[in-house]
């Protein structure tokens, strides 16, 4: 609790949930710390908690429960936010996020969907006024970070315009919403500044950006400047970091951003790697999902992009299972995965989601089958990532440094190929055989000799940094 009547009011918070919602946290935090509160990571220190929830899949939803009755619990005084509280009711009968919240845990003292900073700072004003004289001057101008200081998450807009049969996100978090393209570049100005070495696009659907506002002209340092997707990201090319994209569906425009890909080297620049949820190979399985893109011959597609980007990277993840899929619809994805040399690839067995339409779908399979299947898809894809990984021995690579390892002595790291939390790493150590000492700080790039790679990570040298820590 705060020391004394004149000292600030303290807010504690929890944040659970995808990059999005880390993104959401983010905003509150920079509006509480623009208006003068403190932030504590301790219940105990907290004149109230703020818990940020994630109500995606029935794990998640259950802790989100968890957290919020530790946050009661342990400090009494609770505000919810987040997906948990703006799902909706599974069926006529069912109970909505925000009702079970309140059922469960009847003494919170606000609930609040996704996406709602404004409703958020209100419920906090009206339990704990902010203070008088609000410490504006301290906020950094790129606001409050919960990544490491060099990797930075890039919200470009909320919601999606898609109805996929298995995913409850847009009714949680309504249709596409982008932001003008002249305020995601301040932000992202405002990110390098501050020291991010990488920016990492996300929103629920990247290469849709801009739809909604019809490409609507905004300014951007004084210029007019579409805010569309390939618009975007030559604007975020210029900036002196690499842009990673996540969450692109293959749609023909994605090909306008290639240029870019296969000219980015060094420090900078659009990096050669697409973050494609495909979800399924199968024309039929795709329409019963109801996939954006559905209609595009993705095979086609990826070998395309390739042969004009030859070091691109391809992410993808998979549903095993889904309702109705056969044996030869499964057999599909298999096939599929060997031709098309996914680099990194997560599969899921299907599992329902309360208030998903596919849960009415006909067909469904029994768990033991889903999960059969989903071993089947990891185990067809563990040759096929080790092989593409194994291709970055021998060469020298620009590696983003994320930390240091003291009890193995080396550095990790991640190449062009590796998103945070997601994707492998690279494990550096020094050379033997120098004499030279390892200059390379945590959130610098340095070049890398690659020695060795396993399943999912690389090994190697340590040879030269390539960039210095900011002054600022
Ligand atoms: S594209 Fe589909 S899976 Fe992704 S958020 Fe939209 S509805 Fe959900």
Redesign the pocket.
């Given at each position: 609790m705060s020391a004394s009547p004149s000292a600030p009011p303290v807010v504690g918070f929890v944040s659970l949930g995808c990059p999005k919602a880390l993104v959401d946290s983010e905003r509150i935090l920079t509006q509480l710390k623009a208006e003068g509160y403190e932030i504590s990571g301790q219940y105990e220190d907290s004149d109230l908690v703020v818990v940020n929830t994630c109500g995606f899949i029935d794990d998640a939803v259950q802790e989100s429960l968890d957290a919020i009755g530790e946050a009661l619990h342990e400090n009494g005084r609770v505000i919810v936010t987040g997906c948990l509280g703006s799902k909706p009711a599974a069926g006529a009968q069912g109970e909505t996020g925000e009702d079970l919240i309140r059922r469960l845990h009847p003494k919170v003292l606000a609930v609040t969907g996704a996406h709602a900073t404004a409703e958020v700072m209100a419920a906090i004003h009206k339990e704990l006024p902010k203070p008088h004289d609000p410490f504006i001057d301290l906020v950094p101008e790129q606001g409050i970070r919960l990544t490491p200081h060099h990797s930075a998450y890039l919200k470009v807009s909320e919601g999606?315009n898609?109805?996929?049969t298995?995913?409850i996100?847009?009714s949680m978090r309504g249709d596409l919403v982008s932001r003008p393209i002249g305020e995601v570049m301040r932000e992202a100005e405002a990110l390098v500044k501050s020291g991010a070495r990488e920016i990492l696009v996300i929103s629920?659907?990247t290469s849709a950006y801009g739809v909604d506002l019809k490409y609507r002209t905004d300014f951007v340092d004084g210029r007019p400047v579409r805010s569309r997707f390939t618009e975007l990201i030559r604007e975020l090319s210029q900036l002196d970091v690499w842009v990673r994209l996540h969450?692109v569906?293959p749609y023909p425009h994605v090909d306008e951003v290639l240029d870019l890909m296969a000219a980015q080297s060094g420090v900078r620049g659009v990096l050669p790697y697409l973050d494609i949820?495909l979800q399924h190979s199968h024309p039929e399985v795709l329409r019963r999902m109801k996939?954006?893109a559905s209609g595009e011959k993705n095979l086609e597609r990826i070998q395309a992009w390739r042969r004009a980007v030859p070091n691109l990277t391809i992410r993808s993840t998979f549903i095993a299972g889904f309702p109705g899929e056969t044996e030869s619809e499964h057999q599909h994805l298999l096939d599929f995965l060997t031709e098309a040399q996914i680099d990194r690839l997560g599969c899921f067995a299907y599992s329902p989601v309360d208030g998903a339409a596919a849960n009415d779908l006909p067909g469904a399979l029994p768990e033991e089958v889903r999960e059969a299947r989903r071993d089947a898809v990891m185990a067809h894809q563990a040759p096929i990532a080790a092989a593409r990984l194994s291709r970055w021995v021998g060469q020298r690579a620009v590696v983003l440094v994320d930390e240091l390892d003291i009890d193995e002595g080396c550095l990790i790291g991640r190449t062009t190929a590796d998103a945070p939390e997601i994707d492998g790493i690279v494990r550096i150590y020094p050379d033997p055989n120098s004499r030279h000492t390892v200059e390379a700080a945590v959130g610098e790039f340095c070049e890398v000799e690659i020695t060795q790679s396993d399943d999912y990570d690389l090994e190697g040298i340590y040879m030269k940094a390539l960039t210095q820590p900011h002054s600022n």
């Open positions: 999606c898609h109805r996929c298995f995913c996100i847009p629920q659907d969450y569906y949820p996939r954006p």
